[in-house]
């Protein structure tokens, strides 16, 4: 990775707080990289950054249209145009659907799959007006692709950001933006708190190699998307989750 060269490429990260986002920036940094991010509120991670010269963190909510509106206009300001977009933030309600509140589907959906369109539509009219290369990555997850009981809804709007990956990629082929989608399996992270020890060990033992993934096992699959290695990947799901849907 040429850092020098990674310092001029502006990503933008829904969701950089904590958990995965959070890894991901400071990965991001490490590479090199310019990076805006945002949440619902700060976190240590983010206060800890805030005098780093390459990093900027905003107060935004995926549901609400004119707080990403906000957060866009201001990385450019601030960084200049994007290279990069990262839809990381996400939310995973869990219940079953004849069950779950009306309220808790609209929920994920907004934040997870419409917030990320909505979010990618302000982004690329920033890239597409600066007619340079770029990439987008849509953080989705294996439950998107093998579903999982209790986790329609959820489920619903990770396969929706792989199918919005496939889409995209070929409207924006020919302008040079590549879109792709990282499926990571079951991490240790907030997201993953309600589910009971006797659980996580039982995926563990499922997965092919040996254990639960983590932040740091999904870096390497964003690096590589936001890299010139990945030149001529579009439209693809990685899949990053130790063998399990093997
Ligand atoms: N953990 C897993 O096992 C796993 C597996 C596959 C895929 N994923 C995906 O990976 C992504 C990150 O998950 P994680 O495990 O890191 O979750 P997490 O620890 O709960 O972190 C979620 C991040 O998204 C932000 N966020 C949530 N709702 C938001 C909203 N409405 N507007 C703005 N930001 C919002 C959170 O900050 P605030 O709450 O302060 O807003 C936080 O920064 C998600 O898209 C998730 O679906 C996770």
Known sequence: MNDQAN??????ISGGSRGLGQVLVQGMLDAGFTVTTFARKSSEFTDQLKDHPRFAFHIADMADIPSLQQVVKAGVKQFGNYFGLINCAGVAPDGVLPMMPE?????VI?????????????????MLTSRSEGSIINISSIIGIRG????????ASKGGMDAMSRALARELGERGIRVNSVAPGYLRTEMTHTLSEKHL????????MGRLGTPED???????????ASRFVTG????VDGGITT
């Open 7 to 12: 310092a001029s490429k502006h990503v933008l």
């Open 103 to 107: 309220q808790k589907i609209d929920q």
């Open 110 to 126: 907004d934040i997870n799959l419409t917030g990320a369109l909505k979010l990618t539509r302000l982004v690329l009219r920033t």
């Open 218 to 228: 999904v870096l390497g699959s964003v690096l590589f998307f936001l890299s010139d």
């Open 201 to 208: 060990d039982q995926i563990a033992r499922r997965t092919p």
């Open 148 to 155: 999982y009981n209790g986790l329609a809804a959820y489920s």
């Open 236 to 239: 693809q799901t990685l899949v």
